[in-house]
C-alpha cells in the first residue's frame, strides 16, 4: 500500500517494542468474551519476537475480564502472553486516577471492570451501594446488563462533582460473530446527552493508553510499533503518538478499507499476513 500522497512509502523508524490489538488482530472471540479463535500467524510472530527478545504487550479495549482470568486462557491457545503484558483500559485507569486524586469510583461495568483499579487502592461501587453517587469518579466499561438505574446512579454522580472516565468510546468491535456493538460506547452517549460532562478515555485511541503502553515497554512513544485492525482506534492512536502503525486485515478492515484511509488513520503498513511483520527490518 502507498502511505503518502506522493506515492513514497512513509520512513518506519527504529521500533523498539509492540502494541498489539487482541480482537481482529490475534484472536476473534465470541460475543461473551468467553471463548477465543486464534487468527493464522498470531503465535508465530508472538514466539519469534519472544525468542528474539523485542518487548511486546497486548492491549484490548475489553474490560470484561481481569488479565489474571483472561491471560491464561490465552496461553492455552499457545499465544506466550503474560499476565502482566496483557493490559485493558482499567490498567490504564488504575493507573491514572491516583495521580489525578481519584480514590472511590462507580463502576459501570462486569466485576472483572473494576478488578485493576481496586488492586491499584481504590474503592468500587456499584449502583445502589451507599456512597455511590458521591464517588469521585464514574467508570464505564464493558456492561452488557446496564440498567436505567445505573444511568441514573451515575449522571446523579457526575452532578454531584464525580469525573467521567470511560473504557472505551467505539461503537463497533471485531468478533467471531462480526461486527459486535460496544456496550460502553452506548451507555456512554446515555450519561453524555444528560450531563454534558467531558470524559476521560483511558482505553485506545487516547494517548493515555499509549504513553502507559510505551512505559511498560520501557520504550519512546515513537518507538512503539502499533499492530490493529481498525483505522478508528490503533491507527489514530499511532498516528497521535507518532508511533508506528501497522494494519491488519483479519478484523474490521481489508486492505480497500485500509487505502481509503485518510492519512489521520492510515498505517504506516498494511500486513497482508501477521508474519510479514517478522521482516520489518527496522525491529532491533
Known sequence: MKASRNGKREALGPIEGFMFDLDGTLVLSDHSHGGYQLLPGAVEVLTELKSRGVPFVVLTNGTAYPASEQA?????????????????PSSVAADLMPRRGIQSTLVLG??????????????????????????QAVYIGW??????????AAVKAIWNGAELY??????????????TLGHSHAITAAVRKITHAPMVLTGKPSLHALRFVARKLGVPMRGVGVVGDDPLVEMIMARRGDAIGFGVTTGMSTAKDWAKQPLSRRPRRVLRHLTDLLSVRSVF
Open 72 to 88: 491464561p486462557k490465552l496461553r492455552a491457545l499457545g499465544l506466550p502472553i503474560s499476565d502482566d503484558a496483557l493490559l485493558t
Open 110 to 135: 462486569t466485576p472483572g471492570t473494576g478488578h485493576a483499579l481496586r488492586e491499584a487502592g481504590i474503592q468500587t461501587l456499584c449502583t445502589g451501594q451507599e456512597g455511590a453517587e458521591e464517588a
Open 143 to 152: 456492561h452488557p446488563d446496564c440498567t436505567m438505574k445505573d444511568i441514573e
Open 166 to 179: 470511560v473504557a472505551s468510546d467505539v461503537p463497533f468491535f471485531a468478533t467471531a460473530s462480526g461486527k
